[in-house]
């Protein structure tokens, strides 16, 4: 069992991480509102975008596939 300070950290690193993906979910939201569709939306946005999607896809499947060989070697 970990001890009691090392949970509080733990608990402190994803609420941290937690907050700056929400502030920067928000902070997104706010600049493509406030854009006219054809000034946002270019070809060179979705250039930028497909391989950042392509790489949160692949990060979670590294994830997920992680916790799993962890659960059976545990």
Known sequence: ???PRAISNHL????HTLLVDLVTI???LTVSAFTQT???ITAQLILIF???AIS???ATAGR???AKV???SS
């Open 70 to 72: 962890m659960n059976i």
């Open 1 to 3: 069992m970990k001890p």
């Open 26 to 28: 928000l902070l997104g």
């Open 64 to 66: 997920v596939f992680s």
């Open 12 to 15: 402190a690193d994803t609420a």
């Open 50 to 52: 497909i391989p950042c």
């Open 56 to 58: 949160i896809v692949v």
């Open 38 to 40: 054809d000034i946002f």
